[in-house]
């Protein structure tokens, strides 16, 4: 006979009555399934207004992620710091966020993915207003509060994709998911705008973090009041079998075999790397250049010129939109010949992203226009990847696995990638400074960041090397049967209990 079927409780708490780990038995004719858009049981009107509520979530997290960004050059003003200590105000957010991803990855593949997101969201929101209160002579406070906000965005962006995966199936997936990721281009630069056009109305920087606080309540509404929990895995699990929670050791293990997911990653890392330091020091290498060629006054006194800041915001929101877009799109295409399209695309754009970041580090000095010009191509290729990352870590993992993947993807990503490239950048910058002199407050900056197009040709080669991998561990992951010696939950005395799937045989 069959395996016994896990039943609801098998999530003891935060589950919600709308949750499922399978496609739920109606009394149909056997081997019949539901059409996509009712196996996860919402509507196709929520499952679309539940990706557009994420994607405006998303939109915020980026959008506060780099506010502090666009107002950095007064940051360091205010509070006197170097360009090492600059750097650590990214740094202290990842490594927070890193860390606690697979927190939050574990309890988002067996808990109410929904509670989860408010609770994180909302104490997200709270930490950035306060970090807004810093007096001068407590640069540490802003270290701290900016260490806790990454608290809040762990909770959500390993959860987020899993949801979208649980109501979309194949290229409606793909369409969906690089909605959701446009937010990501698009909230960076709004980061900047807003930081830099706020900050500069209210003649104070301490204003532009009390914007997504106030947006992120909205948010927390949203998520309360409009977004209903999917059935885990329904609109893909088959008929002939079920599919079960494991141990977190289990999944730990089965991720570390898949070579397409472990390729792709340490390649996303090379992205995150790159954007990362692009991300926080950009604006400011743009302004020491303006001021090293007279163009703009330093900053000495009063507020910072935000003019770079408010340039860069937009080419960030425009390459944005234009890589996402392009990225999904030529995959889509490449496809129709290949089943290695996804990765070949990745590494397409790493590698032919970094010569222009090249030529715009170099050109500097001698042209602002052709550094403009050569970040905007740059940073066009560089967000090819977004999308079609995502897309990969889903299908090359099975449903009950996808959260722990995601915050696994986060831990490596950030842990090699942007937690430590603003600070290592702003260290060597420091090193390499000889005197205190416009000329060396740029060049020194200058030659930090060549280090970005290094990075990105050996992201390029991680995805080439996934591409080797993809076909054998996408199937491996469409046609997943549990096997008999991993672990299942099954209740027992109204509690959670992990037994072997042989000792549930009848």
Known sequence: MSPVEPASDTAPFFSSDSEAEGPEDHGGAAGQRPQEES??????????????????????????????????????????????????????FI?????????????????????????????????????????????????????????????????????????????????????????????????????????????????????????????????????QEPKRGAVEARPEHHLHQTSWLTDLQALSKNYSFVLSTFGFTAVAFVTGSLALWAPTFLFRAAVFNGEKAPCLEGQCNSSDSLIFGIITVVTGVLGVASGVQVSRLLRKRTPRADPLVCAAGLLLS?????????????????????????????????????????????????????????????????????????????????????????????????????????????????AVFIERDRNRAENYVPTDDEPIVVPKSGRSTRVPVSSVLI
């Open 39 to 92: 196996a996860s049981g919402l509507s196709k009107v929520r499952a679309l207004l539940t990706v557009l509520i994420l994607c405006y979530i998303n939109l915020l997290n980026y959008m506060d992620r780099f506010t502090v960004a666009g107002v950095l050059p007064d940051i360091e003003h205010f509070f006197g710091i170097d360009d090492g200590k600059s750097g650590l105000l990214q740094t202290v």
């Open 95 to 227: 490594c927070s966020y890193m860390f606690l991803a697979p927190v939050f990855g574990y309890l988002g593949d067996r808990y109410n993915r929904k509670l989860i997101m408010s609770v994180g969201i909302g104490f997200w929101s709270l930490v950035t207003l306060a970090s807004s209160y810093t007096p001068n002579d407590h640069f540490w406070a802003l270290l701290l509060t900016r260490g806790l906000v990454g608290v809040g965005e762990a909770s959500y962006s390993t959860i987020a994709p899993t949801i979208i995966a649980d109501l979309y199936v194949k290229g409606k997936r793909t369409i969906m998911l690089s909605i959701f990721y446009f937010a990501i281009p698009v909230g960076s630069g709004l980061g900047y705008i807003v930081g830099s056009q706020v900050s500069s109305l209210a003649k104070d920087w301490h204003w532009a973090l009390r914007v997504t606080p106030a947006l992120g309540a909205i948010a927390v509404v949203l998520l309360l009041f409009v977004v």
């Open 354 to 466: 970094a010569p222009f970041l090249y030529l715009a580090i170099v050109f500097a000095q001698a042209s602002t226009i052709a550094t403009y010009v050569f970040i905007f191509l740059g940073e066009t290729f560089l967000s090819m990847n977004w999308a079609i990352v995502a897309d990969i870590l889903l299908y090359v993992v099975v449903p009950t696995r996808r959260s722990t993947a995601e915050a696994l993807q986060i831990v490596i990503s950030h842990l090699l990638g942007d937690a430590g490239s603003p600070y290592m950048i702003g260290v060597v910058s420091d090193s390499l400074r000889k005197t205190d002199s416009f000329l060396w407050q740029f060049r020194s900056l200058q030659l930090s960041l060549l280090l970005c197009s290094f990075v990105a040709v050996v992201g390029g080669a991680f995805f080439l090397a996934t």
